[in-house]
């Protein structure tokens, strides 16, 4: 997994799901790597009951728009936001989906989907709302934007003094995303060998 | 190096007019920029500030044109409509010389128009906006740094001339989040201000008014407001040119769009066209010299705006006399400009003027 | 005989532009002679409006800014808060407070700042021509109601005294008038308290002072005063409407 020089992410949800926290982080931790990064919040009317998202540019050069037109990754958090998004996505874009609340898979075949059910993950740890580190666990396992302890330590640096007893659920939801993937392609390798070793 | 921090274009610029020393903000909620008011909202009381979320942008103009007429640093904020709405006030500003910074995020027009970003006050910005024979100094920068480093410019530039600073932004600007470094990095160039209203302990009274009714008398203060704004033309225009030497197509934007013409411009070069960029950082002085001797060479100019066709304006007036064709990508409409369609716009000049790689 | 009536020292030494019979001359003597009494006059700072009174900055002899129209109240507003240890008063009429202004006199109010208002009000547009204002009264014949003031179409009269006592913030209301002697006399310790009221830091004062027109209500100078009495009073009844701290060494 090679270092990613331009990510522009789409992130989405609806509101209270902590996307825009998710996109700062990101942004935060790439700032403390000495990358160029940009956010980029949706504001106005669909910030009210719609779906909410944010932009973010990580990159290894000067940032031109912070306005993610095609997106090279998506974490869709609700199905309106994959309706709204999976269109966008550039071709062999990766796009992560909390399973637990989206109702049905990627559509298109040109994209690289992770399904993965970031709300049950995220119940199981005891805490529904830390389903964003879920799924940004799951993406930092895909994608090396910034490095998973950078995340934590902007996790640390972001939650204000009075939250500071939410850093170790947070780390534990990053480390839960990041083994879910990586126990699924261990999965998928696994799969492609038994069917190699099979009887056709 | 003091440390960055991630801040929205609209709190930075925020604490930027504390750090610049300001101590007054009076403004009225409308989007993109309400993170100003309540960021001034928490912030002003903290550093003994006076923070008022006036009743409507005419009485946020008037409550800075009271605060600057007794010395005061003050600063507003607004978005287009409501930056009609303070068109007066700016016009008074001018008329009795008074210090002020204004921000203008602004958003699609006209009338109520949407929240999107756009930069269709061109016209009402460089132009003078209210009534009169007067002039407003307009910074446009490109960055949530540079906006950081404007506000404190802006700051200097209204104390030394007297004069309403005005800084332009779009939506965009007002709500991304960049890495900014703000203290530290204003050096204070505080004036004394004679003039002020300040009581007039050991001194005649001072008066401060616009209206001048004597024969000649507004005949004269016109010609030395021109005079002044001469000045300001000699003194501070301000431009950046990228690659702009052996340009053969020359793009021209301000703002968030001259971020996108300048990714677009590393493209077009590692395809060998000689594109480059000149981007004014003042409108108003608009850089017409430094335009003129960018484009010495170019063979075409793409004018790109998030507007109908304003900047054109004063790219032509600077261009006057040059055979040179000047074409023009404008998206009006509070709607943000792709890179796909600076892309387009740069291809289809090229084979329109028949431009070769080197 | 030695003269007992010297000018004031926060006026100076010019004539006016006032048509003869006006009021705002007298008001202006009045806010100059409790300046000095009060010893500000080093520390006072007037917003003159637009109006008839737009060159009150030529009269009054400490510093004053002119305010665009009806902006009085916010320009002062923004001054106090600057400075909160200038004294700060805006001098408004009738079309510049009750009319264009209405929403920066309002608000200022409510926000309690910690400025005094002089509301001049003579129910006509002088400075533009003797049109019709928002304190006109029924049945007057200005410029622009030359059948008289019509309620059914162009509203009652607005009582400004009487809207702005029902805010908390305001500490201090009086309505007064220059008509007689004795009046002119009530009229400058309203001033003076409404001052006071400010030296002390305790809030927002207003002083409404129904004031002769004579040339645009077509009177002789000595019948104006008279109506005043006879007419303008029944509509705009005189008398302190709030003094809180009155109200407070009362109880």
Redesign the interface.
């Known amino acids: 997994m090679g270092r990613v020089q331009q990510e522009r992410l789409i992130i989405a949800g609806f509101g209270g799901q902590g996307i825009m926290f998710m996109g700062k982080l990101l942004c935060c931790a790439g700032m403390l790597e000495g990358r160029h990064v940009t956010y980029m919040p949706s504001y106005g009317a669909e910030v009210r009951g719609g779906t909410a998202y944010c932009n973010v540019i990580v990159s290894d050069e000067e940032i031109p728009s912070p306005v993610v037109a095609e997106p090279t990754a998506a974490i869709i958090m609700n199905t309106p936001s994959l309706i709204k998004f999976e269109p966008m996505l550039a071709k062999k874009g990766l796009i992560i989906i909390n399973s637990a609340l989206v109702d049905r898979p990627a559509k298109r075949r040109d994209v690289e989907p992770i399904h993965i059910p970031a709300t049950n993950i995220a119940d199981r740890l005891g805490n529904t709302r830390v389903a964003n580190m879920v799924a940004l666990g799951a993406f930092l396992a895909k994608r090396d934007v910034v490095q998973m302890q950078t995340a934590l330590a902007a996790v640390e640096e972001m939650l204000p003094p009075y939250r500071r007893h939410l850093v170790e659920i947070n780390r534990q939801a990053l480390g839960e995303g990041k083994s879910f993937v990586e126990s699924r392609s261990a999965d998928a390798i696994w799969g492609k060998i038994t069917r190699g070793f099979g009887f056709g | 190096m003091a440390k960055?921090s991630?801040m929205?274009g609209n709190e930075a610029l925020s604490e930027a007019a504390i750090e610049a020393g300001c101590?007054?903000y009076?403004g009225y909620p409308i989007?993109?920029q309400n993170e100003v008011t309540s960021y001034m909202s928490r912030r002003m009381p903290e550093v003994n500030g006076?923070f008022?979320q006036?009743?409507?942008e005419?009485?946020?103009i008037?409550?800075?044109?009271?605060?600057?007429?007794?010395?005061?640093r003050?600063i507003t904020s607004s978005s287009s409509p409501g930056i009609s709405l303070m068109q007066?006030?700016i016009s008074?500003l001018a008329g009795?010389e008074l210090p002020a910074v204004i921000v203008n995020i602004m958003r699609g027009g006209p009338g109520l128009g949407n929240?999107g970003p756009s930069q269709a006050d061109y016209f009402q910005a460089t132009r003078g906006g209210g009534h009169g024979d007067y002039r407003t100094i307009v910074l446009a920068p490109s960055s949530v740094q540079e906006l950081v480093d404007h506000v404190f410019l802006a700051f200097d530039l209204a104390d030394k001339y007297r004069n309403p600073v005005m800084i332009l932004g779009d939506?965009?600007l007002g709500?991304?989040?960049?890495?900014v470094e703000i203290a530290g990095r204003h050096v204070a160039r505080r004036q004394a201000k004679e003039w002020a209203?300040?009581?007039?302990?050991?001194r005649a009274?001072?008066?401060?008014?616009?209206?001048i009714l004597g024969e000649n008398e507004l005949l004269e203060h016109n010609r030395r407001l021109q005079e002044k704004y001469r000045q300001i033309e000699e003194g501070e225009m301000r431009s950046e040119a990228v690659e702009a030497g052996d340009a053969e197509l020359l793009l021209v934007a301000y703002g968030?769009p001259s971020?996108?013409c300048?990714?677009?411009l590393?493209e077009f070069r590692q395809r060998r066209y000689r594109v480059g960029l000149f981007r004014p950082v003042t409108l108003w002085p608009f850089p017409s010299a430094a335009l003129a001797s960018a484009a010495k060479d170019a063979r075409a100019v793409l004018v790109v705006e998030m507007s109908a066709g304003q900047l054109i304006e004063d790219v032509r007036l600077s261009l006057a006399g040059r055979a040179v064709p000047i074409d023009l990508l404008g998206k009006p409409g509070g709607e943000?400009?792709?890179?796909?369609e600076v892309d387009a716009a740069i291809e289809k000049a090229i084979s329109m003027h028949g431009l070769k790689r080197r | 005989m030695k003269s007992k009536i010297t000018r004031p020292e926060s006026l100076k030494n010019v004539e006016t532009h006032y048509c003869a019979g006006c009021g705002h001359g007298i008001v202006h003597r009045l806010i100059a002679e409790v300046v000095d009494e009060l010893g500000i006059r080093e520390r006072v700072v007037g917003v003159a409006p637009v109006g008839c009174a737009v060159l009150a900055y030529d009269y009054f002899n400490f510093d004053v800014s002119e305010a665009a129209h009806g902006r009085a109240p916010a320009v002062a507003t923004g001054m106090k808060r600057a400075r909160p240890d200038l004294i700060v008063f805006a001098y408004q009429g009738d079309g510049d407070l009750a009319a264009i202004g209405t929403a920066e006199i309002i608000h200022a109010a409510n926000r309690g700042e910690g400025i005094t208002v002089i509301f001049v009000n003579n129910g006509v547009y002088g400075m533009t021509g003797g049109q019709m204002a928002p304190t006109t009264m029924i049945g007057q014949k200005t410029e622009t109601s030359p059948r008289g003031r019509i309620a059914e179409s162009e509203g009652n009269p607005i009582r400004v005294a009487e809207l702005l006592t029902q805010f908390d913030g305001v500490k201090f209301v009086e309505r007064c008038t220059v008509s007689k002697p004795h009046n002119v006399l009530k009229a400058r310790a309203a001033i003076k308290a409404a001052l006071q009221i400010q030296v002390e830091g305790k809030g927002f004062g207003f002083v409404e002072i129904l004031s002769p027109c004579p040339t645009y209500w077509g009177l002789q100078p000595r019948v104006a005063m008279k109506m005043i009495d006879e007419r303008m009073t029944e509509v705009f009844p005189l008398g302190r409407y709030k003094n809180v701290y009155a109200q407070a060494a009362a109880r």
């Open positions: 960055k991630l929205c101590r007054c009076f989007t993109p006076q008022v006036s009743e409507s005419l009485a946020a008037n409550m800075v044109f009271g605060a600057a007429v007794v010395g005061a003050a007066e006030g008074y009795c929240i939506g965009v709500q991304m989040v960049e890495p209203l300040t009581g007039c302990r050991g009274p001072n008066k401060v008014r616009s209206l968030t971020r996108t300048r990714a677009a590393r943000v400009l792709q890179g796909a």
